[in-house]
């Protein structure tokens, strides 16, 4: 593997002639027509914050391990990605090849649901807070006597506002119908679950544990569609099935080890957001590359 210093680190994209249509905390959305193109960039955000730092490949991992999944799980729900391919976006991008290559995706332009969509299969993050907090979590009481990091007899389905401003806030079923209806409320509620769980298996044979996710989903004249990432460390909590400890934190493969290294120098979540240090930059990348290789089977191009 080469040293994860000598890679560049791309923090922000610039293509011009080119039109921006938004930019993520992560991503840099560019317009292409009737459809769009979606860059990964290297950025981190931690606690609804971007951080001082890039994190090397971690664009290429968040597109490639989207792609995989997209393609994997394409039984289950119809979803945006078209291609990664420069050559097949519209002329304008063609000049930026090689800053395309690898970190972006054509996707088809549909109408966001401003809901994150998440399953959890064991009780960690803030649903482990909202439970010892009231036995509960997203408005679904749970057993009593839970660990951090148990098992929960079945997958539960809660959802969050999606914000792009502020915090994203954990909400009930109920109050997820009030905002977007019933039926469709009702229709991705039981996707997540069918990708989730179809995700999970494949992860347990890859020897991971994949604690909980999130899902994204948009609308066009053809119906639901799943959108923006797919099972990435971004998005999903991915445990080593062999280190499993229930009652405390576990090791992971994912974003965690970055948020956990910030609690422990105290950071007060307000801005300016740090730096992080060359050996979390560098351990970060790692964990990246690993969680490709495992759920994949192959290296990261």
Same mark, same amino acid.
Not at 47 to 55: R, T
Not at 191 to 196: A, F, I, P, R, V
Not at 240 to 243: C, E, F, I, S, V
């Given at each position: @593997?080469?040293?994860? +210093? ?7 994209? &610039?293509?011009?002639g ?11 959305i560019?317009r292409?027509?009737d459809r769009l193109? @979606?860059?990964a ?5 931690a606690?609804? +914050? ?6 090397p490949f971690k664009?290429?991992v968040?597109?490639q %391990?989207?792609?995989?999944w997209?393609e994997f799980? &394409?039984?289950i729900?119809t979803?945006?990605f ?5 050559d ?6 063609r000049p930026f090849?090689n800053?395309l290559?690898?970190?972006? @995706?054509?996707?088809?332009a549909?109408?966001?649901i401003p809901?994150?969509?998440v399953?959890?299969g064991y %009780?960690?993050? *803030?649903?482990w807070?909202e439970?010892?907090a *009231?036995g509960?979590t997203?408005?679904?009481a %749970?057993?009593?006597?839970l660990?951090e990091s &148990? ?7 809660t959802?969050?506002?999606?914000s792009?401003?502020?915090? &994203? ?9 009030a905002?977007?209806?019933a039926s ?5 509620r039981d ?6 769980l *179809? ?6 044979q890859?020897?991971?544990i994949?604690?909980d996710t999130k899902?994204e ?7 639901? @569609?799943?959108i ?5 460390p971004? *998005?999903?909590?991915?445990w080593?099935?062999?280190?499993y ?19 422990s ?5 307000q801005p ?6 060359p050996?979390v930059?560098e351990q970060t990348?790692?964990k990246y590359l690993?969680i +490709?290789?495992? %759920?994949?089977g192959?290296e990261?191009k």
């Open positions: @593997m080469e040293n994860v +210093f000598t890679i560049p680190i791309v923090t922000t994209t &610039d293509f011009p080119v039109e921006i249509f938004s930019r993520g905390k992560v991503r840099d560019y292409a027509g193109v @979606m860059v960039t290297d950025r981190i955000s606690f609804d +914050f971007v951080l001082a730092s890039g994190i664009g290429q968040l597109t %391990l989207s792609i995989f997209f799980l &394409d039984g729900v979803n945006h078209l291609s990664s391919n420069p097949h976006y519209p002329e304008t991008f090849r800053e290559a690898g970190r972006s @995706m054509l996707v088809k549909v109408r966001p809901i994150e969509c399953v959890r %009780l960690s993050g *803030s649903s807070k439970y010892q *009231s509960a997203a408005g679904l %749970l057993p009593g006597g660990r &148990d098992r929960l007899s079945e997958p539960i389905f959802p969050a506002t999606k792009h401003t502020g915090h &994203d806030e954990n909400i009930s079923f109920a109050q997820m119908e905002q977007i209806g469709l409320a009702a229709k991705l996707l997540s679950m069918s990708l989730y *179809s995700a999970a298996r494949h992860a347990e890859c020897g991971i994949l604690a899902f989903f948009g609308q066009d004249d053809s119906g639901v @569609m799943w923006d990432e797919a099972l990435t971004d *998005s999903s909590r991915f080593p099935r062999d280190a400890r229930p009652g405390g934190p576990q090791a992971s493969l994912d974003k965690q080890y970055v948020r956990d290294y910030l609690e120098i105290a950071w007060n979540k300016p957001a740090p730096a992080l240090p050996h930059v990348a790692l690993e +490709f290789r495992l %759920l994949t192959r990261l």
